[in-house]
């Protein structure tokens, strides 16, 4: 976790030996900054506790954001002047103070991608957009816009990073707040392009599971008519997820993935899990033929999950014998393989005695 | 000092935190104003789980936790003048009961101000400005619990609200995430677990899947990440054994190796902890090393609390003790 301590704490910067003449002349070096920084501080929280609302006082919290963009109460000054200035008395001046804003905080995250109080600022300038739509219809088009790029910007911060957990907040919040929303579909079609650029990412498989969510939720088709789709998405899913097995089988996103997709077609476990079972050994058959001594530690811990469920919830439908004698025979496997979560393997042989 | 540490560098890593309030001379120090009051629960923290809880200046720190009360929202900022939040709040808070001074604050004010905070949907925001995140939830009802107020929470359905928003959190893997729809990170597991089990409702969590998810974390090089395909860092062993303690699955991870990792981690020559081997140092990686070390029995060590990530015989003491398993304390 990283914000909000990512000033303080130094993440994956390398530590370098100082000598007492280099910590001298470091200090020489950040002397007068800091003099400026805490003078630039103290008329500005000074400012503050005198109730300065005047637009010279929000150009100095400008000033200071932009040296230090987790000065979360030069943040908190900075709104509170916006609502109490008057040289952003007209929505025109308000939209381009927000505007100003908005490119500010582009910046600000470009440098600091990581940092929440700047993700939290943008939020703000959106949903402080007036609403002019009772004067003229026409005037919306800059809201409607402004959070239309929203979606454009996020998605470029996640070209840099696609696994950045705030952009994809943010993202998630933009989707569920837009003045006009998107048919969910095209979020589906936005994690395929992710997922296929790299199927290690996590984070668009899991977005990929809560839209998926979703759009089985949203019954807005008759019922046969929908059921036919789920299956038709869901056969898909099971392709999708087979390539990835394939692919990029020592990921963990995939195993967790199809984990996903099994649990959410739990119903008809019974009916799809010797094809499923059957496929995912075939996968590991296929890595092992591959390389004589490899075993998948994900096929085989899949295989075993899968196991383990049809003995919980289909008991009276399955061979409980063969499946208990089965799991145990992958999971004393597992221990050799896979000895750091040893302990667990051994935990989940003494339930299955049970 | 050797490269590849065996040992706690127990008495370095003191005089390293002792330190810390002498880098005025440090740009990065006046950056980072806006975390004071978190970085001296960290410093107080792992002082008093190395076994030197009087290594800082008792007087001293609490008039600082004092001069950071904001007037205004009846809470505590960061720092002298800085605005109050739920974050730096809880900080105050641990403070105040580990030096025993919780009667310097309006207990009242404080409690009106977390309350002031929930939000109809069971979340906490961290501050009147309205962000919300399970972190900011964990805040408000550790602080509560802390405060001998928990109660409060009883008024108007808040915590059964409070419980269905951690709920609503919750992934397929078993992990939780900082918002409704959230990817689930080790981070944000710790903070609803913890709450969970302060609320007294560890019975909403699928124990079996999710601490599947936690012992994933570990990687070939011991390390822990925080969530699938990331790199190890050391915070995270914390915030995954804190978890994998509360569910009684310590034992679930290679504790040899992981005690190795954090170990490495270490600065052998001027003290403290980094997030991984050769990086830089801070006063946050040096409480969750050493954290983790407690948890996972390391000689020498007192217990901590992972619920309240303070030391434990303070919790039990105020009563707050819930269920827990860390690994037994070993012989040095």
């Known amino acids: ?354 | 000092m050797c490269a590849n540490p065996t040992q706690l560098l127990i008495p370095l890593h003191v005089s390293y935190i002792q330190k810390l309030g002498d880098s005025k001379d440090d740009l990065a120090y006046h950056l980072s104003a806006h975390l004071r009051l978190n970085a001296i629960y960290w410093g107080y923290t792992a002082l008093a789980i190395m076994n030197h809880p009087d290594a800082l200046d008792r007087e001293q720190m609490i008039d600082f936790v004092m001069s950071c009360w904001d007037q205004e929202a009846g809470a505590f900022g960061a720092h002298p003048d800085h605005d109050a939040h739920l974050l730096s709040t809880l900080s105050a808070i641990q403070i105040l009961t580990a030096q025993d001074a919780v009667d310097k604050v309006d207990v009242d004010c404080v409690v009106k101000f977390i309350l002031s905070l929930h939000q109809p949907s069971g979340v906490f925001a961290g501050d009147q400005f309205g962000e919300i995140d399970t972190r900011f939830l964990y805040c408000a009802v550790s602080a509560l619990s802390l405060l001998g107020r928990l109660h409060e929470l009883d008024k108007d359905g808040k915590r059964e609200k409070t419980v269905e928003y951690i709920l609503r959190c919750r992934n397929y893997d078993g992990g939780f995430g900082s918002c409704v729809g959230a990817e689930s990170h080790a981070a944000q597991v710790f903070v609803c677990v913890a709450a969970l089990a302060i609320l007294d409702r560890m019975d909403c969590v699928d124990v079996d899947t999710l601490a599947f998810w936690l012992c994933e974390r570990q990687l070939p090089n011991g390390g822990l990440n925080g969530r699938p395909e990331k790199l190890e860092d050391v915070c995270y062993s914390f915030w995954v054994l804190s978890s994998l303690s509360i569910l009684g699955k310590v034992h679930w991870i290679d504790v040899d190796k992981l005690v190795a990792f954090i170990l490495s981690a270490q600065d052998t020559e001027n003290g403290g902890i980094a997030d991984r081997p050769g990086d830089m140092v801070d006063v946050f990686h040096t409480l969750f090393g050493v954290a983790g070390l407690s948890i996972l029995g390391y000689p020498g060590l007192v217990d901590l609390d992972p619920i309240y990530c303070m030391p434990a015989k303070l919790i039990e003491a105020k009563g707050l003790r819930k269920s827990w398993e860390a690994l037994p304390r070993r012989e040095a």
Not at chain 1, 24 to 32: D, G, I, L, N, Y
Not at chain 1, 59 to 66: D, E, F, S
Not at chain 1, 222 to 249: G, H, Q, V
């Open chain 1, 1 to 354: 976790m990283r914000s909000p301590y990512s000033l303080q704490r130094k993440h994956g910067v390398k530590r370098i030996r100082q000598t007492a003449q280099d910590r001298e002349a470091k200090r020489q070096r950040e002397q007068s900054r800091i003099k400026d920084y805490l003078a630039l501080t103290n008329v500005i929280l000074t400012g503050k506790k005198n109730k300065d609302w005047s637009e010279d006082a929000f150009n100095l919290t400008t000033r200071i954001l932009q040296l230090n963009p987790e000065f979360y109460t030069a943040w908190n000054y900075r709104r509170n002047i916006f609502a109490w200035i008057n040289f952003a008395s007209s929505h025109q001046g308000i939209l381009k103070i927000l505007s100003e804003d908005l490119s500010m905080t582009m910046t600000a995250l470009k440098a600091h991608p990581k940092v929440y109080w700047i993700w939290n600022h943008r939020r703000w300038c959106l949903e402080n957009i007036p609403d002019l739509s009772e004067s003229d219809p026409n005037d919306n088009t800059w809201k409607k816009e402004a959070w239309d790029r929203e979606l454009f910007v996020v998605e470029k911060m996640l070209d840099s990073d696609p696994r950045n957990f705030h952009a994809w907040d943010y993202r998630r919040y933009i989707l569920a707040n837009m003045p006009i929303p998107r048919p969910p579909a095209s979020e589906l079609a936005y994690t395929s392009r992710k997922i296929e650029s790299n199927f290690s990412n996590f984070s668009a498989w899991h977005q990929r599971s809560k839209v998926l969510s979703s759009l089985w939720e949203s019954g807005d088709l008759d019922e046969s008519k929908s059921k036919e789709k789920d299956r038709n998405i869901w056969c898909a899913e099971f392709e999708l997820i087979r390539n990835a097995m394939y692919t990029d089988p020592n990921d963990q996103s995939v195993w967790m993935y199809h984990r996903w997709l099994v649990g959410s077609s739990k119903s008809c476990l019974l009916v799809i899990a010797h094809h499923l079972i059957a496929s995912v050994r075939e996968c590991h058959c296929c890595l092992s033929s591959n390389n004589f001594n490899v075993f998948n530690i994900g096929c085989m811990e899949s295989i075993v999950c899968y196991k383990r469920m049809l003995i919980k919830d289909h008991a009276t439908d399955v061979d409980l014998a063969m499946l208990t004698r089965e799991c145990n025979g992958m999971l004393q496997q597992l221990q050799e393989l896979d000895p750091l979560r040893r302990r667990r393997y051994e935990d989940l042989v003494g339930t299955l005695l049970k």
